[in-house]
């Protein structure tokens, strides 16, 4: 029985020194064997990468993860397997750092669960992909979460199977009910009423200072929340819209549960039929939490305000 041709190894560093070392000859090493490579990671270390690489860095696809990535939840579809699906017929090398110092506490837990579901989209694919942890700049926790989400360790020592390997933990762990907002706008909606859920939104939205294609985006995502209510979550749903930490909030509820740990992160072929669902939401929103259980489902999105 052949290996599993996939590889996620975790690199833990301190020091841009430690950080350029290790991502280059990363880098170098797919570019010698003629690998396609993409970095995909903050503008201070794409950076440091760029102008260590020389003339070698127009050889790679570079991302600022902070655009490309702002939203875990879209880094599966819209990132690495964007790259890698381009390039079926070769061994594919990426960097991919989505945690770094400086992201919230809301947003975390959508980065752990990234983290730990790249695994499960990638396995039997001829893919290595690089996640930089800064020892530094972190949490002893979150560390610790990136052990359970990648199966390889590397630091200045070399590299070493993790013991605490156990990606589904990190992606149950995070599956949490959501605190209480202290004000908000609510809409209860079924069949009936559907278009009003776009209309509450827009209105709550516009009141922020969203504008053009901005609140085209905010209408047409929770429109497909609503969608999603309508055809798996019991007929019906409940929205709710506020304003927190310099964002807009949308949260739509229903009875339904979400059981593919990948839905909303595969990508869609624009020729096939059907609803995008939670691909379209991923993709337009600054962040998308989600809380599910048999009988409820939560889905919170959420919109830097301009």
Do not use: K
Not at 185 to 194: G, S
Request: charged share 25%.
């Amino acid at each position: 029985m052949s290996a599993e041709p996939f590889v996620h190894p975790a690199l833990f560093y301190r020091g841009a020194g430690e950080y350029v070392s290790a991502t280059t000859a990363f880098v170098r090493e797919g570019l010698a064997a003629g690998e396609p490579v993409a970095v995909a990671v903050p503008p201070w270390n794409l950076a440091l990468i760029e102008a260590e690489l020389g003339a070698q860095a127009g050889d790679v696809l570079l991302l600022d993860m902070t655009l490309a990535g702002r939203n875990p939840g879209r880094i599966i579809p819209g990132v690495l397997r964007d790259f890698a699906d381009r390039h079926p017929d070769h061994h594919v090398r990426i960097i991919g750092e989505p945690i770094w110092p400086g992201r919230t506490e809301t947003e975390y837990p959508a980065c752990a669960q990234h983290e730990a579901l790249i695994n499960l989209s990638f396995t039997g694919r001829r893919v290595t992909i690089l996640c930089p942890y800064d020892l530094a700049g972190l949490t002893a926790e979150v560390i610790r979460e990136a052990a359970r989400t990648h199966p390889v360790l590397r630091d200045t020592a070399g590299e070493r199977v993790s013991d605490l390997y156990a990606p589904q933990l990190v992606v149950d762990g995070h599956n949490r009910p959501f605190g209480e907002p202290e004000r908000f706008a609510a809409l209860r909606f079924d069949r009936t009423n559907l278009s009003a859920v776009r209309g509450l939104a827009a209105r709550e939205a516009a009141a922020l200072g969203f504008q053009g294609d901005r609140l085209d985006d905010i209408r047409l995502a929770v429109a497909e929340l609503g969608a999603n209510s309508l055809d798996h979550g019991g007929g019906s749903g409940v929205l709710r819209v506020w304003a927190a930490d310099d964002r807009l909030v949308c949260e739509v509820s229903d009875a339904g549960h979400i059981t593919d740990p990948l839905v909303g992160r595969r990508p869609v072929d624009p020729r096939d039929a059907g609803s995008r669902g939670l691909l379209i939401v991923n993709l337009l929103s600054d962040l998308v939490r989600v809380h599910s259980r048999v009988g409820a489902t939560t889905v919170r999105v959420y919109f830097d305000l301009p």
